[in-house]
C-alpha cells in the first residue's frame, strides 16, 4: 500500500519540476496574483474518477493557503461537465497548481476508466480483470491504486506477493523441477503460478498441478481446448486458471465466457489514455 507521506514526496518533487515557485507568468499579473479566487476541476468526458489519495496531499500540502474541496470519490461515475473538486485561495497559487493536478487525476482517472471496461466486458462471467507489473517507475502504486477504484483486482504488486514461474524462469531450470522446488519452499501464504505456453507442457504439470496456471498466448483456437483440458483433469479441480497475452476490450468477452478465473491486462497501467479534465477559474 502507498502512503500519503510518500504521494506528498511526489508530488512536491513535481511542482519542483515545474518551478511553481517561479511562475513568470503569473509574474506578470503584479499584485493580482494574490487576488481570492475560485477554481472548479471539471470532466470533459464519461469516466471513473481515482486519486483521492492526490486531492488528500494536495489538500495537506497547501493547508492554510488553500481550501480544497472534493466533490467525488474513487470509483464514482464521471459525466461532461461534472465538478470533480474545487480550491479557494490566491489565484496565482491556483494557476501555477493547476497543471500538476489535473496531471495526476486526469492519468489515474484514465486507468480506472479503463479497467471499469474491461470488467463490464465480462460480465456477467465471474471472471476478474487483474493489472500486472508493467507499471510506470515510481508509480506502481498509485496506478494500482487506480486498478482498483475500477473495479479491477491486482494480480502481484511486487515479486515478493508470489512464486510465478515464467517462461524464462523455465530456461534456467525444468518447469517440472522448479515446480516441485516451489511447492516444497514457499510460504504458506504464498500461491505457486506456472506460466504455460503449450500443450505439452500443460499435460506435464496437470499430473500435480499449481494453484494457477496462467495460459499465455494461446491461439483463439487453442484456448478453448486448453481451459477444457485442465477442467477436466481429475487433480486439477481446485486449479485456478489465468489467462494473458495481448487481452483487448474485443477479446475479453469470449475468453471469459470460457469460464476462465483471471484475465491480466498489462494496458490498464502501461498505455491507459488519460481522462479529458479542464480547469475554470473565476474572481471572489
Not at 95 to 108: D, P
Not at 251 to 259: P, R
Request: contains cysteine.
Amino acid at each position: 500500500m502507498i502512503h500519503l507521506t510518500e504521494i506528498m514526496h511526489f508530488i512536491s518533487s513535481e511542482l519542483e519540476i515545474d518551478a511553481v515557485n517561479d511562475d513568470v507568468t503569473v509574474r506578470l499579473l503584479g499584485l493580482n496574483q494574490n487576488l481570492p479566487a475560485k477554481a472548479t476541476l471539471m470532466a470533459r468526458e464519461k469516466g471513473v474518477f481515482a486519486g483521492s489519495l492526490i486531492v488528500k496531499a494536495f489538500s495537506i500540502l497547501f493547508e492554510g493557503n488553500l481550501k480544497i474541496t472534493p466533490k467525488v470519490r474513487d470509483g464514482e461515475s464521471l459525466v461532461p461537465g461534472q465538478a470533480i473538486l474545487s480550491l479557494e485561495g490566491k489565484a496565482g497559487d491556483c494557476l501555477s497548481l493547476e497543471r500538476t493536478l489535473i496531471n495526476y487525476l486526469s492519468y489515474l482517472s484514465g486507468i480506472a476508466t479503463l479497467t471499469q471496461k474491461f470488467v463490464k466486458a465480462v460480465e456477467p462471467n465471474p471472471t476478474q480483470i487483474l493489472a500486472t507489473r508493467k507499471t510506470l517507475p515510481g508509480l506502481r502504486s498509485l496506478q494500482l491504486q487506480a486498478v482498483i477504484s475500477g473495479g479491477g483486482k491486482v494480480h502481484r504488486r511486487s515479486l515478493s506477493d508470489g512464486i510465478l514461474i515464467k517462461e524464462n524462469h523455465q530456461i534456467f531450470c525444468a518447469p517440472l523441477e522448479v515446480l516441485k522446488r516451489s511447492k516444497k519452499d514457499r510460504s504458506p501464504l504464498h500461491r505457486v503460478e506456472i506460466e504455460v505456453q503449450s500443450f505439452d507442457l500443460l499435460d506435464a504439470i496437470l499430473t500435480d498441478p499449481p494453484e494457477v496456471i496462467m495460459l499465455d498466448n494461446f491461439s483463439e483456437q487453442d484456448l478453448p481446448l486448453a481451459v477444457q483440458k485442465i477442467r477436466q483433469h481429475p487433480k486439477a479441480q481446485f486449479c485456478r486458471i489465468e489467462v494473458s497475452g495481448g487481452m483487448t476490450l474485443e477479446k475479453v468477452s469470449k475468453v471469459a465466457a470460457l469460464g476462465v478465473d483471471y484475465i491480466s491486462v498489462g494496458q490498464l497501467t502501461h498505455s491507459s489514455p488519460s481522462l479529458n479534465m479542464s480547469m475554470d477559474l473565476e474572481k471572489l
